[in-house]
């Protein structure tokens, strides 16, 4: 199998794996704490989980805080509900967590993006919007969005600035000027099951889940020792590994580029996280491509439109036809990636391409 679908979710880090370990104990050891009981085994799941919390801290920006919630989805919806926001600006290329929580709670103004699948920073926003949501990187074509200049847009409005980082977290620098920042650690080789919500100090929240008070009071519920220190060691990895993932990533993308010559490419090829390659043929069948190489994991446009059979928003939003929409494949990789297998994989999609005829 080879596996090219780093943007739904990444292989877990075997440095996480042996942090959550010691959490995931039975009976014999005090790993199974809960971590919210005053005894002694508790203060020690707790002690992990402000380790872990650290380790997560130190992947955004200085002056805020870290709230661990169970996905990415949850805090940005604890962000959008929580921060009551009523008038809401959207980039046309968010992930569905953004657009259908906005399009639930408020009333929700689009901004469009350029061809390039980039959004102005230009961009103005009224006065009376409560909350301005763009994302860092688009998980479909991996356009990296200029997030500081339309927090400042916001903040002129009188807006809070929201930014789904969870394509670009550990792999970028944070955020530069959001009040609110959402991650998730299974993209960034981290387990599935833990996000966070880093809120900007002196910024209050309602509570999204009632119960316990745990998490500061604004998410209840027993949190997971296992799961938060998985994210704090895949966080900490992320950081010492940037560069060098970074320049992997940079040599695949090349490679494959070459190798898919013939393909276009959705999204700006410049302003974009080059472990995300969308790519496009005219004519081409992707559920006959998908089905003709089974043992290559990859992926028709986002894991959550793909299925559904609705072409992508996204690649409606730059402009694409349903038809070029509909042809367009997502080839994903990163750290574990190896020159191998994405020669290997190109070479077979080619050879599957042109079986069709196109
Ligand atoms: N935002 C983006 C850009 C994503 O790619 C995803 C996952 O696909 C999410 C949010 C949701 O993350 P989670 O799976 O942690 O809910």
Redesign the pocket.
């Known amino acids: 199998m080879i596996y090219l679908d780093y943007?739904?979710t990444t292989p877990l880090a075997p440095e996480a794996l042996e942090a959550m370990l010691p959490w995931l104990s039975g009976p014999g050891s005090a790993g199974f704490a809960n971590p919210h009981s005053p005894h002694r085994p508790g203060r020690a799941a707790a002690a992990a989980i402000e380790f872990a919390r650290e380790q997560v801290a130190a992947l955004l920006p200085s002056g805020g805080r870290v709230i661990f919630t169970g996905?990415?989805?949850?805090a940005?919806n604890l962000a959008i509900v929580g921060s009551k926001a009523k008038q809401v600006y959207v980039s046309a290329i968010e992930?569905a967590?953004v657009l259908d929580c906005a399009a639930a709670f408020a009333e929700v103004h689009t901004i469009g993006v350029d061809d390039d699948g980039l959004v102005d920073p230009q961009t103005s926003i009224s006065p009376g919007t409560d909350l301005v949501a763009v994302?860092q990187v688009?998980?479909e074509i991996g356009t990296i969005q200029p997030v500081a200049a339309l927090a400042e847009a916001a903040h002129r409005a009188g807006a809070q600035f929201l930014c789904?980082a969870?394509?670009g977290a550990g792999k970028l620098d944070p955020p530069a000027g959001a009040d609110m920042i959402?991650l998730?650690a299974?993209?960034l080789h981290g387990p599935k099951g833990i996000?966070a919500l880093w809120v900007r100090d002196g910024l209050t929240l309602a509570p999204l889940i009632y119960g316990g008070g745990q998490e500061q009071g604004i998410r209840s519920g027993t949190l997971s020792p296992a799961l938060c220190a998985g994210f704090g060691a895949a966080a900490a990895l992320a950081i010492e590994r940037r560069e060098q993932d970074a320049a992997h990533v940079a040599a695949l993308w090349r490679r494959a580029r070459e190798l898919l010559a013939g393909w276009a490419l959705n999204g700006s090829a410049g302003r974009r996280w080059h472990g995300n390659l969308n790519v496009r043929r005219e004519g081409l069948d992707v559920a006959r491509l998908m089905s003709d190489l089974r043992d290559i994991a990859f992926s028709a446009g986002s894991?959550?439109a793909s299925g559904s059979g609705r072409p992508s928003h996204v690649l409606r939003a730059i402009g694409l036809s349903d038809a070029a929409a509909k042809s367009s494949v997502r080839l994903g990789f990163g750290r574990y990636s190896s020159l191998q297998e994405i020669e290997d994989a190109c070479a077979r999609i080619n050879a599957a391409a042109a079986a069709q005829g196109v």
């Not at 996905?71 to 949850?74: G, K, L, N, S």
């Open positions: 943007q739904a996905t990415a989805t949850e940005i992930h967590a994302m688009n998980n789904d969870v394509q959402a998730s299974h993209k996000g894991a959550c």
